[in-house]
């Protein structure tokens, strides 16, 4: 079966700095790959995704992440941290080709002025 | 594009009661719908896959007399929960699929259940 993994629980980064949000998966073969961001109270928006070709995925918002087939991770990234960036993002795969989709627990995202 | 909603944002019902969300895409159809269960601080945890003019699919674990699901058009799916209690307080979040891209979902902002 299927799994993610965010390492990272809760994240805590200055105004500015950049940021990284690391995902790691687990299956044979390349699934589909997304992140998503939720603010409290609120469903998810899709920040990015990779399907296949250029593993740097550019995303909105200002967000890129990049897919490492021999790492299984697909790390999620950021310059420059702006403080309406604080939220939950959550990695998720879909190997099913039918929206099905596996999530990783979340990172908590902190952001200090 | 690729809006969905969910109705009521929030809902408070008293034990035994039911309650039923709604869940629609806007503007696009959708042949499959999910719906998710999401703890404070918790990941979404799948419930069920709720297909167009067929029987919704459960997960393992997930009580299909008590979450039932309906999925009667391509725009919409409810959920209803039966005889709530207080352990079914939770925030469920729906998704959808537009019928010609089979792995984007698009998620609806959620409903707070509190069952008193």
């Known amino acids: 079966a299927q799994s993610v993994t965010q390492p990272d629980i809760h994240i805590t980064v200055s105004e500015g700095a950049s940021l990284e949000l690391r995902c790691n998966y687990s299956?044979?073969?390349?699934?589909?790959l997304f992140w998503y961001v939720q603010s409290p109270g609120q469903g998810l928006q899709l920040l990015l995704k990779y399907f296949s070709g250029d593993t740097l995925v550019q995303g909105i918002k200002g967000f890129e992440a990049e897919f490492k087939r021999s790492q299984s991770s697909f790390n999620l990234r950021k310059p420059s941290v702006h403080w309406s960036d604080a939220a939950e993002y959550f990695c998720?795969?879909?190997?099913?080709?039918?929206?099905?989709?596996?999530f990783g627990d979340g990172t908590t995202l902190t952001v200090k002025p | 594009g690729a809006v969905v909603s969910q109705h009521p944002s929030w809902v408070i019902c008293k034990s035994g009661t039911s309650v039923k969300i709604e869940c629609r895409s806007l503007?696009?159809?959708?042949?499959?719908m999910f719906w998710y269960r999401q703890f404070p601080k918790q990941s979404l945890m799948l419930m069920a896959t709720s297909n167009e003019g067929s029987k919704a699919t459960y997960e393992q674990g997930v009580e299909k007399d008590k979450f039932l699901i309906n999925h009667a058009s391509l725009t919409l799916s409810t959920l209803t929960v039966t005889s709530a209690h207080p352990e079914d307080s939770s925030f469920y979040i729906c998704?959808?699929?537009?019928?010609?891209?089979?792995?984007?979902?698009?998620f609806g902002p959620g409903t707070r259940l509190t069952v008193t």
């Open positions: 299956y044979g073969a390349t699934p589909y």
């Open positions: 998704s959808a699929i537009p019928g010609t891209v089979t792995y984007e979902q698009y």
């Open positions: 998720a795969v879909d190997n099913t080709n039918a929206g099905k989709s596996t």
């Open positions: 503007d696009f159809q959708a042949t499959t």
